[in-house]
């Protein structure tokens, strides 16, 4: 087992941020006096603040007074907490004199009662100009936008393909009599046509077909199997995230009942992903398993699932009913940390290890003592036992993942088990695809599904997917949707440090040699970690061509065939070879939206003119 080596200060790398929380969440704010001091050597830095804060006042007003929208900006965000708290503190003060005046006025006068009203009145105020940021939660901003660091990864290096479409989602939430899950709730129609975007986006191929075959050669290619295609035969796993059936019955399957309107994958878009598969890629039901082997699946998933594809293998962490028992195989899983030397040795499971291929499926949410949880923490649940080293309730000490969450060990530049997971080569190491459901979002893992206010989505559910190559850009990306649309979980001090770790995971912030397999050799870097420009445009550093990091890649256009982000010749020619052909897989098909009619016809031509652009 190697040992982390530490290659230098964690706080002077050039990645790392510079922390101000140094305990977390749950009751250990940071105090800012205590860091300060109020006098003697330190009291200096109580006016250095006041003078930030009068800085950040005169910036914020200067940027936003003339165009509002930049309030949302990722610097405004940050300077508008110190130019409020400058704000608060000036008042406090000039109360606090003014109290303190009037009380001299009234002992003058031998008005004892009032004054000593006065003198608590002045004291008060005094104490809420100093201490107009003590006990509020000091969270992390995140490093500079547009700065990409590691290398990107896919066959477009770095690219996340979003596809929006409010057509996907129709329900009434939590309280209604109907689930999220129901067929009235979530069009399956519209879902496959999102996926059918997503995947042609991703491998900027016109066809279903064409994209699926890129991405496999792609694959294959980076992973020295040659440039070949899928071949039959080849198995696939699907890694889904269940954690909300954690008190299904484990002899029903049935999910509890206040349970029910809290999301775990949505069957809808499992279906569209395994018609992909099938009747696209021409995989074989059978060699395809999809499930969550620390978890039990659900008889309103599986019952959905199981209607359209009988021959799938459906693993859980009880079998019957339908389902495979989960299995380990004897392929070992270690934790770069020498605590991990003394734990209980991980084996990936069996499904996982025999695959030749991995699909990693989460569901976009945060998280309330990770920040956020997306395709890395996904894999928490991929070694057969809960994370904090039990199993089935028992204690086999295992490896603790909890411990180097943002809550458990906040900050930057430290040991972070999600790389060793995304970076395991029967983990991470063998995924083809990374898909986030994010049809109905949650603010926290356990939370119920909530409506969104941040553009576009405006009061409405999210309706979103998100599909990457690259492990680290994907989590980017969904860090920033999250981080913009939630105030609290995923703003914790440390919440990006995995991507940080990740990214640089050959030479990372924290000096941990990354070697999950324990052949001695370490992780190379795993993708790319960049921030956007701002919420409002959503740019990252290959969208404005400054860079080599992250490409956000939006396609909301639907005569833009190869979700290329233009409506060109290459749509055209799209359009033209499927002209009068009946399939409910043909991309051109785009009218009635948002589904088709199974038909390319004159209804799509027209589309097609109203959206052309050379």
Not at 50 to 77: E, H, M
Not at 560 to 583: C, H, K, P, Y
Request: glycine share 8%; net charge negative.
């Amino acid at each position: 087992m190697a040992s982390p080596r530490v290659k230098k200060n964690p706080s002077s790398h050039p990645t790392t941020q510079n922390n101000m929380d140094s305990k977390g969440h749950r009751g250990s704010y940071s105090k800012i006096h205590k860091a300060l001091g109020r006098s003697g050597k330190y009291g200096w830095l109580t006016w250095t603040f006041r003078v930030t804060g009068l800085l950040a006042l005169v910036w914020f007003l200067v940027r936003v007074i003339p165009k509002p929208s930049r309030a949302a900006y990722p610097c405004q965000r940050v300077a508008f907490p110190l130019a409020s708290g400058f704000v608060v503190s000036i008042l406090g003060l000039l109360g606090s004199a003014a109290f303190f005046r009037r009380a001299k006025h009234c002992f003058a006068r031998a008005r004892y009662v009032v004054g000593m009203l006065c003198i608590c009145a002045s004291v008060g105020a005094f104490w809420l100009a100093m201490d107009t940021v003590d006990d509020q939660p000091v969270l992390a901003t995140p490093t500079d936008p547009n700065m990409p660091i590691g290398t990107a990864k896919g066959i477009n290096p770095g690219r996340v393909v979003w596809i929006h479409e409010p057509n996907a989602t129709e329900w009434d939430g939590y309280y209604s009599q109907e689930h999220w899950y129901d067929s009235n709730c979530t069009d399956e129609a519209v879902v496959r046509k999102i996926v059918s975007r997503a995947i042609r986006g991703l491998a900027g191929e016109s066809t279903d077909e064409a994209a699926w075959d890129a991405i496999f050669r792609h694959f294959n290619r980076s992973h020295g199997k040659g440039d070949v295609g899928y071949s039959s035969g080849e198995k696939i796993a699907i890694k889904i995230n269940n954690t909300l059936c954690y008190n299904a019955s484990s002899t029903t399957f049935e999910q509890r009942s206040n349970n029910k309107n809290r999301i775990d994958n949505s069957p809808q878009l499992t279906i569209a992903l395994l018609w992909q598969l099938v009747n696209v890629a021409e995989v074989n039901q059978a060699d395809i398993t999809i499930g969550d082997p620390t978890r039990i699946t659900p008889n309103f998933y599986y019952d959905i699932v199981h209607s359209e594809f009988p021959d799938v293998c459906y693993m859980a962490n009880l079998g019957g009913r339908g389902r495979k028992q989960a299995e380990l195989s004897n392929v070992e899983f270690h934790w770069s940390t020498p605590a991990a030397d003394r734990k209980k040795q991980d084996y990936i499971p069996r499904s996982f290890a025999e695959a030749d291929y991995l699909i990693n499926f989460p569901i976009l949410k945060s998280h309330d003592t990770a920040g956020i949880t997306v395709c890395a923490k996904n894999h928490y649940g991929s070694l057969m036992r809960n994370p904090d080293g039990t199993l089935h309730g028992v204690k086999y000490n295992y490896y603790n993942m909890h411990n180097t969450r943002a809550v458990e060990r906040p900050g930057m530049g430290h040991y972070r088990c999600l790389v060793d997971l995304m970076g395991h080569p029967e983990l991470g190491g063998k995924t083809v695809l990374y898909i986030v459901d994010g049809l109905f979002a949650g603010e926290n893992w356990s939370s119920n599904p909530k409506k969104w206010q941040m553009a576009p989505f405006d009061g409405d559910w999210p309706s979103s997917i998100f599909v990457s190559q690259d492990p680290v850009a994907i989590d980017s990306v969904c860090y920033d949707f999250l981080r913009t649309e939630w105030n609290n979980y995923p703003h914790y001090d440390g919440t990006e440090d995995y991507l940080h770790e990740a990214a640089l995971a050959d030479n990372p912030p924290s000096g941990t040699f990354y070697d999950p397999n324990n052949d001695g050799i370490g992780l190379a870097s795993l993708g790319v970690h960049e921030h956007w420009n701002n919420p409002v445009d959503k740019q990252y550093s290959r969208n404005l061509g400054t860079g080599d990091g992250v490409e956000l890649l939006v396609s909301p256009i639907p005569a833009d065939f190869n979700a290329d982000g233009r409506v060109d010749i290459e749509d055209l020619m799209t359009l033209s070879g499927q002209w009068l052909q009946e399939s409910m897989a043909l991309s051109a098909d785009v009218a009635p939206s948002p589904a088709g009619d199974g038909i390319v016809d004159m209804k799509d031509l027209a589309v097609f003119a109203d959206y052309w652009s050379p």
